[in-house]
């Protein structure tokens, strides 16, 4: 028996809000849960103070497993973002205690490596094609073997995926949200031009990733899904909302362009369809919001199933806990595809050291016992909570609905 004796959460904003949980035993071995909401920050770091710790406390840190299903089943509101984050970020400070106390590093408990590297793929934008495929030359020089290329919308003023100015890009970039005004005739234009120039300039080996974020209609993605055919896409991402998960038949029909969607599922519930219609190629459900090692490995199983593989979100409003608990998950789970890895700001880093590396195109958790991630709680306190929003996006006649 492992005793829970206090857990915490700090809330910190070092270029970015994270939520953090912090799970202390009575050996003083400690673990640590991302528990960032994008937008919704606030009401995980409610949920987890006011509604889960007080249960926590005096139960034994190494029923993993029952503490999930406790939470879970227990709590009679089953799933959804908020609930699904929260079980997430006690699910991975218990394996982060698991792995210290045994002073293994995580993914050792998870079965040991099935591979040497973690492929990850980077951020390429740019208000213009150009722009675009001169960001992802220099990823390539730094090695990258897969590049994500996003690039401004003719005739659109602002794209979400692409920076305003020079600054690094932030999807969350405003006290109350930003409206961005979308036109999918625009952007079904520009998208395999962008594509044709990509192939073309940065030849056949790089793998080459592109991001809807739901923009589209099952048609319409169909429609683009064969229109970018020739240029050999690793996947196209989020094409539709997966709300409707018999939507993605439609989608497969017409396309044999590789299919991800996920970063905003929160359970197995939300692609058991997808998944079993092998209807999608890889699943980004996120250690983060999909309740934790221990749902993501029961998700990652079922896939498996089906020729469905991982390719986990990795987005700035991941925390470096996320990212770690995802290098620890991607190097030991067989069916991994790919990560996705938006490096964090300077100031992010600082407050999580952590034991995570790039190389070549390749990341590795590290070595260290448990997540291999730690927080300054001194830095973190310099950086209060800052509201900050995704941007909403409307048609050019001002409406909202079309996807
Ligand atoms: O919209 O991380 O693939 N990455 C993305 C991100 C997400 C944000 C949501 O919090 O789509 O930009
Ligand atoms: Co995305």
Not at 204 to 224: K, N, S
Request: glycine share 8%; charged share 25%; proline share 4%.
């Amino acid at each position: 028996m492992l005793k829970i004796e206090s857990a915490k959460v700090i809330v910190t904003c070092p270029a970015r809000n994270f939520v953090t949980l912090k799970i202390e035993t009575k050996d003083g071995i400690y673990g640590l849960g991302d528990a960032t909401l994008n937008g919704r920050e606030l009401a995980v770091a409610s949920y987890l103070t006011d509604h889960v710790i007080p249960c926590l406390i005096g139960r034994d840190a190494h029923r993993i497993e029952d503490i999930w299903q406790y939470l879970y089943r227990g709590a009679y509101w089953r799933r959804g973002p908020v609930t699904m984050s929260a079980i997430a970020a006690v699910d991975m400070a218990l394996w982060d205690i698991k792995a210290k106390v045994a002073g293994l590093p995580l993914y050792q408990l998870l079965g040991g490596t099935s591979r040497d590297g973690v492929m990850v793929y980077c951020h390429a934008n740019g208000k213009t094609i150009e722009e675009t495929i001169e960001d992802a030359r220099q990823f390539m020089a730094k090695g990258f073997k897969a590049v994500r290329l996003q690039s401004g919308v003719p005739g659109l003023k602002s794209t979400y995926g692409v920076s305003k100015g020079k600054q690094r890009y932030e999807p969350a970039d405003a006290d109350i949200p930003t409206e961005n005004l979308w036109s999918t005739e625009k952007y079904m234009r520009s998208v395999p031009a962008l594509f044709e120039e990509g192939r073309k300039q940065l030849g056949a080996e790089v793998h080459l990733l592109h991001d809807v974020h739901h923009r589209l209609t099952p048609i319409e993605a169909g429609r683009l899904g064969k229109d970018l055919e020739p240029y050999r896409l690793f996947w196209l991402e989020d094409a539709v909302a997966a709300d409707n998960q018999a939507a993605f038949r439609l989608i497969r029909q017409h396309t044999t362009t590789p299919l991800a969607v996920g970063e905003v599922f929160n359970s197995i519930w939300d692609c058991k369809q997808l998944v079993e219609e092998q209807l999608i190629d890889y699943i980004r459900a996120t250690v983060a919001h999909a309740g934790g090692i221990t749902h993501l490995r029961r998700i990652a199983a079922l896939a498996d199933l089906y020729n469905v593989r991982t390719g986990c979100h990795g987005a700035t409003d991941l925390s470096p806990v996320a990212m770690a608990a995802a290098l620890h998950f991607d190097l030991s789970v067989p069916n991994f595809g790919i990560q996705e890895l938006m490096r964090h700001a300077a100031e992010s880093d600082a407050v999580f050291p952590h034991a995570y590396s790039y190389s070549e195109g390749y990341m590795h958790p590290g070595e260290e016992p448990g997540l291999g991630v730690d927080i300054d709680e001194k830095a973190a306190d310099m950086y209060p909570y800052k509201r900050a929003y995704l941007p909403v996006n409307r048609l050019e006649d001002g409406s909202m609905y079309n996807w």
